[in-house]
């Protein structure tokens, strides 16, 4: 059975102790199975505290994270390696085993060109070195390919799933998310079925990151997919409300949504919860 989640960023722009808490509390309240929870850049977390408050709403946890522009990894790969280990010595902190997320890029960092083989090779060399040290902890890694405006590293499942033949390393996955792959893949079910047992973690969004099945993705086949591969992981919910106003501009929330945060948790539960039921995932 999978478990249905809902990142932090339902609730509240970015990690701060009060807010976290808060987005904790409002996942569990929800009826969410458990909370992602996106590492803060400085990845400055108290992880005593936040076992303290998962154990109190008894809810489980996703940890994810993105690259911040000092640690974009084709250009700073020292320094990504080492984010990346130190954003894993918290994945263990909070007892939990996957870190999800950009793991590999910084958001819109661009080089100018098209992907170089010296940049793919700056990734399978840092992401194969940062596998081993997760696995002696126990922790997998989940690569989430992202959109053609984001990034030109990684922007299909086809690519993270070659990447991963590179770096050799059985706890290293793949993270979809519907969003993304509503932009750059061809046929949703066939994306999941490829990625099969190397699919990690998922996020789901609507195409206009609105609430869940309001929109025109194909959750028929997206469920479909799921079922076929038998997918035990978490869904995650990944949309965003205008009412977090600091969240507009980083995800281009030019319009009003006529959705609080609270409706948006609620009513994209509701869906996830139907849907994944009717194919027997949960």
């Not at 809902?6 to 609730?11: F, P, R, V």
């Not at 989430?144 to 984001?150: L, T």
């Not at 591969?229 to 006529?258: D, H």
């Amino acid at each position: 059975m999978i478990n249905i989640g809902a990142s932090i960023l339902t609730w509240i722009p970015k990690w701060t102790e009060a807010a976290g808490l808060f987005a904790i509390d409002q996942a569990a309240h929800t009826g969410y199975d458990l909370v992602e929870i996106l590492f803060p850049e400085n990845l400055d977390l108290h992880t005593k505290v936040i076992k303290q408050r998962i154990r109190k709403q008894k809810i489980g946890i996703r940890c994810a994270a993105i690259l911040p522009p000092a640690c974009h990894l084709p250009r700073y790969p020292r320094k990504a390696k080492a984010y990346l280990c130190k954003a894993i010595d918290l994945v263990e902190q909070l007892e939990t085993d996957l870190l999800a997320g950009v793991l590999y890029t910084a958001i819109a960092q661009f080089s100018g060109r098209l992907r170089s083989e010296a940049e793919w090779q700056k990734m399978v060399d840092v992401l194969g070195e940062v596998a081993h040290y997760a696995k002696a902890k126990g922790i997998s890694l989940a690569l989430e390919p992202i959109n053609r405006y984001e990034t030109n590293l990684l922007t299909s499942a086809q690519e993270v799933l070659d990447l991963l033949t590179d770096i050799g390393m059985d706890n290293v996955g793949v993270h979809l998310d519907t969003f993304h792959m509503n932009i750059e893949e061809q046929n949703i079910y066939e994306t999941l079925t490829m990625a099969g047992e190397r699919l990690f973690h998922v996020h789901v969004c609507e195409n206009d990151r609105g609430i869940v099945g309001k929109g025109n993705i194909a959750w028929h086949d997206f469920f479909e997919g799921l079922a076929e591969i038998n997918y035990q992981g978490a869904l995650v919910l990944e949309s965003f409300s205008s009412e977090v106003e600091e969240l507009r501009i980083p995800t281009s929330l030019w319009r009003e949504t006529p959705f609080t945060s609270q409706q948006l948790a609620e009513l994209s539960l509701a869906f996830l919860t139907e849907k994944a039921s009717a194919f027997g995932l949960y």
